[in-house]
């Protein structure tokens, strides 16, 4: 996995050869919240929230070029792109401290300063895993690992606790969806 061009903070893996179009169907797993060593604890609910989040983002997204099929619905699935994902570390947003570099940032520009916006220290954010496979070998044909911190422009994301994550995760299923389209995957009528 190495970092692609517009993608430098991305690690990607995309099977030389890899040709998208062959598949017309994905089964997509739920996504799990696979925390590594250092991540925060997580409340069931609260994990069940953003694996949804996820979850949701990935449909969306990989739903523009394949028709999404429950596992169940397809059999073997031996025709499918299998995707699975899993998210982990979250950064949950601390508005108590993002509090006062945002208002300072406010009050130099409205005072006409020309001091740069100071950026909050607690933006929150997320790191996910993404993986396709041929349903028929399971080979890896697209494998990513990627994380976004919150930004400062995104003001919500300093207030609400997991917004800059939810962000997070729209991103990384928008760079799978991607791969996909780069690999010559075709986009699904709009009906």
């Not at 389209?181 to 699904?188: E, H, M, R, T, V």
């Amino acid at each position: 996995m190495t970092p692609q061009k517009g993608h430098t903070d991305d690690k990607i893996y995309v099977k030389p050869g890899f040709d998208a179009a062959k598949y017309k169907v994905v089964v997509i797993d739920p996504v799990v919240w696979h925390p590594i060593a250092k991540a925060p604890h997580l409340k069931p609910e609260v994990a069940a929230r953003m694996t949804d989040a996820f979850t949701t983002e990935i449909k969306k997204n990989v739903g523009k070029y394949y028709t999404i099929v429950d596992a169940s619905q397809c059999g073997a699935c031996t025709d499918a792109l299998h995707i699975r994902a899993a998210i982990t570390n979250i950064r949950r947003s601390k508005w108590y401290y993002n509090a006062i570099p945002v208002v300072a940032g406010f009050a130099a520009g409205a005072a006409g300063g020309g001091l740069p916006p100071i950026p909050p220290p607690f933006p929150g954010g997320a790191s996910e895993e993404l993986s396709a496979t041929d349903g028929t070998t399971g080979e890896t044909l697209v494998a990513i690992a990627t994380y976004n911190n919150g930004m400062p422009w995104n003001m919500m994301g300093q207030w609400m606790p997991y917004l800059h994550a939810k962000r997070a995760f729209h991103l990384a299923a928008i760079l799978l969806a991607e791969e996909f389209k780069n690999s010559g995957a075709i986009q699904l009528s709009k009906q």
